[in-house]
């Protein structure tokens, strides 16, 4: 089943994710903007750093949904080095690593800054497990609109989990 996202700018959102992962675990990126990526909140100023990195690799009108990107690369960054498996979906790789059906739960239901924060959490927990999953699904989970699109996701990422537990 695929899902289609919501913002795809000059490139799939799934070639960017891929491109934001491998900026963000390389050895060239630097140390410190990294850290500064990873130490971003919601409800603190967005450091300088995200914006230097937004404007050289997000795509055109990622502004629009300031956000959501916020916690994207916030997300990705606490992963590093080890972020993206495109192989691994979301649902698999939580249930692999331990995640509580009732925090799965919390995040398909949640929305706006509370789905971020639990993302955020999501990435910090697959982080301490070593584990890293499909970025797509956290980027669609954040930015897909369309209702029946983003149940379709739910509803994928449930039954890897389930099917993995």
């Known amino acids: 089943m695929s899902v289609q996202p919501v913002e795809q700018g000059e490139?799939?959102?799934?070639s960017r994710v891929a491109h934001i992962a491998g900026v963000l675990a390389s050895g060239q990126f630097p140390t410190g903007d990294?850290?500064?990526?990873r130490r971003m909140s919601l409800d603190q100023p967005i450091p300088l750093t995200f914006y230097r990195f937004a404007f050289r690799?997000?795509?055109?009108?990622?502004e629009?949904?300031?956000?959501?990107?916020?916690?994207?690369?916030a997300g990705m960054a606490i992963m590093s080095p080890h972020i993206h498996r495109p192989d691994i979906g979301l649902g698999k790789a939580?249930?692999?690593a331990g995640f509580s059906e009732a925090?799965?739960?919390r995040l398909l239901a949640a929305q706006?800054?509370?789905?971020?924060?639990?993302l955020l959490r999501v990435a910090r927990f697959a982080a301490a497990k070593g584990t890293a999953f499909n970025w797509n699904d956290g980027?669609?989970?954040?930015?897909?609109?369309d209702t029946a699109k983003r149940e379709q996701l739910h509803l994928r990422i449930a039954r890897d989990f389930y099917q993995n537990l």
Request: hydrophobic share 45%; proline share 7%.
């Open 64 to 73: 629009r949904r300031l956000p959501d990107w916020v916690t994207l690369v």
């Open 11 to 14: 490139q799939p959102l799934s």
């Open 112 to 118: 706006g800054d509370t789905r971020r924060t639990l």
């Open 34 to 37: 990294r850290a500064a990526l």
């Open 57 to 62: 690799h997000l795509p055109d009108g990622w």
């Open 139 to 145: 980027a669609n989970l954040l930015l897909m609109t």
């Open 94 to 96: 939580l249930a692999q």
């Open 103 to 105: 925090r799965l739960e």
